[in-house]
Nanobody, 128 residues
Framework: QVQVVESGGGSVQAGGSLRLSCVASGYTSSRYCIGWFRQAPAKEREGVAVIYTSDGTTYYADSVKGRFAISRDNAKNTLYLQMNALKPEDTAMYYC?????????????????????WGQGTQVTVSS
């Protein structure tokens, strides 16, 4: 059973930065899609950034490319999301999620329904 626990959310002004962390444990395979999703009030959950643990390939939503960076510290079993140049529209609950897969194409889809293991979420609020 994989467990993921997020931290690092908060409130920031537009243009500011935040770094989210996700500690993941209980892996039974070296091949997972693990990444960040977000959900704003009255909106569907959407993929933000995902990494394929087998080869480190990363995927980003168009809305965050060039501003957000996903990374992983294998020694600490920790996933990060560095968020720069934040905008009010980035305001949402951010979730870390993972699922095992043999194919990195599954990571590219960033489809929430594929993900089995979810954290409790951490709130990010960006004011204008």
């Amino acid at each position: 059973q994989v467990q993921v626990v997020e931290s690092g959310g908060g409130s920031v002004q537009a243009g500011g930065s935040l770094r989210l962390s996700c500690v993941a444990s209980g892996y039974t395979s070296s091949r997972y899609c693990i990444g960040w999703f977000r959900q704003a009030p009255a909106k569907e959950r959407e993929g933000v950034a995902v990494i394929y643990t087998s080869d480190g390939t990363t995927y980003y939503a168009d809305s965050v490319k060039g501003r957000f960076a996903i990374s992983r510290d294998n020694a600490k079993n920790t996933l990060y999301l560095q968020m720069n140049a934040l905008k009010p529209e980035d305001t949402a609950m951010y979730y870390c999620a993972a699922f095992p897969t043999w194919y990195n194409d599954n990571c590219a889809r960033m489809r929430p329904d594929d993900y089995v293991y979810w954290g409790q979420g951490t709130q990010v609020t960006v004011s204008s």
